[in-house]
């Protein structure tokens, strides 16, 4: 759990570890003040990048994960805010991402690829509906909460994200209760939803159980998937993923889609769909991806799907399958392609062993025997 600190002598981000809920001072940002980020606020992450924004800069800044190094090709310098100017919590849907000004009361889009803005995703219903101070977002795909840091109502507002509607009934009306009088930062894992205090005598970060309601159970796939890992596997990539936190069990198949990271364009209808790479059954949430060009970046997404309904789109989590050498059929290495190779081929045959997979498709079949035949006799 990384916890963004504002303050003009030790702007960071502090890290925790979840589970023990001790400080991981290993994993902080300590970065942010080399790059002038010195106002940070919200925060949001697709596991490669962290995105910072800052209040006084008027823009999101970009970090690598792995390294905590400023990434400036990946900023969002394009917020043209206006009159207050303050850009507070962010999230991402990995197609766009949504930034609170708390001055105007509203959520601004932006394109995540291009940084453009995209204005009709902008959620302009905030102070209609009393959100007067809006603080930190956090949506599950469906609905947004957006906290709000002020009398009379310190609380958590739910919109629905595809009409930009009040969702009433998934509020969050027990913080002031809870002594949560001064919610800022939020953020869930699908079943908690953590809350960051900014006041005295409690700066502290409370937990709640995320509502649910016909529209977040109801058929199971109107829930998101949650993608654990992306890792490179036999010249592409193996995906992994949970079900959904609430109506898993109403899911029947899920779904996945995926483009080169640096595609110019995201329309949907440029992604890759592959459906029903998963169907009812006891085998693990996982997936083999094919065919993908190595040393390539490509980003994933999944979808649950509950017979004819099918979910929304998971957050994007980005994969790179590893270049490949070339596969040689000499496979014990004598210097010579012979039937103690052969012999090797034949247990081999059928499988996903990228060692004698020779034309690279993903599996050993005949048409690696054809190439190995060819080999036959050389000197591999």
């Known amino acids: 759990m990384w916890v963004a600190n504002d303050d003009w002598q030790d702007a960071k981000l502090y890290a925790y570890d979840v589970s023990t809920k001790a400080r991981a001072p290993a994993r902080d940002f300590n970065t942010l003040e080399g790059a002038d980020n ?12 962290m995105w910072v924004a800052d209040s006084r800069d008027e823009k999101i800044y970009a970090y ?21 100017g303050t850009p507070r ?28 803005r995209a204005p009709s995703n902008d959620f302009n219903t905030l102070k209609a509906a009393g959100n007067e101070h809006p603080r930190g977002i956090w949506s599950d795909g469906t609905t947004m909460w957006v ?3 002020g009398w009379p109502d310190a609380k958590i507002y739910a919109y629905d994200v595809s ?13 002031e ?4 009088e001064h919610p800022r930062g939020i953020w869930s894992d699908g079943t908690t939803m953590w809350v960051a205090d900014d006041g005295w005598p409690d700066a502290k970060i409370y937990a709640y159980v995320l509502p649910s309601d016909g529209a977040k159970t109801g058929s199971g796939a109107t829930d998101v998937p949650n993608i654990i890992s992306v890792t490179s596997a036999g010249g592409g990539l193996q995906v992994t993923w949970t079900a959904p936190s609430t109506g898993g069990s109403a899911v029947t198949a899920y779904d996945l889609r995926y483009i080169r990271s640096d595609a110019p364009d995201r329309a949907d209808a440029n992604w890759t769909v592959l459906e029903r790479v998963w169907t009812t059954g006891s ?12 040393g390539v970046r490509y980003d994933v997404q999944l979808r649950a799907v509950a017979g004819a309904i099918k979910g929304p789109w998971s957050a994007t989590v980005t994969g790179m399958p590893l270049a490949q050498t070339s596969a040689t059929a000499d496979f014990n290495g004598d210097g010579i392609v012979n039937f103690a190779d052969f012999f090797d ?3 081999a045959f059928g499988s996903t062993d990228a060692r004698y997979d020779l034309d690279g498709n993903g599996i050993v079949n005949f048409a690696d025997l054809f190439e190995f035949v060819d080999a036959f006799g050389t000197s591999g």
């Open 163 to 175: 009409t930009k509607a009040r969702a009433p009934s998934r509020d969050f009306n027990t913080l």
């Open 283 to 294: 085998g693990t949430l996982s997936f083999a991806l094919a065919g993908l060009g190595g």
């Open 64 to 84: 690598d994960v792995s390294t905590k190094s400023w990434d400036p090709s990946r900023d969002f310098n394009t917020l043209d805010f206006v009159g207050h």
């Open 177 to 180: 209760a809870a002594g949560n």
């Open 38 to 49: 010195g106002h940070p606020r919200g925060i949001w992450s697709d596991g490669t990048t």
């Open 345 to 347: 081929f034949v247990d």
């Open 147 to 149: 906290a709000d840091d």
């Open 89 to 116: 919590g962010i999230w991402s849907d990995g197609t766009t991402m949504w930034v609170v000004d708390s001055g105007l009361k509203k959520l601004y889009a932006y394109d995540v690829s291009t940084k453009a």
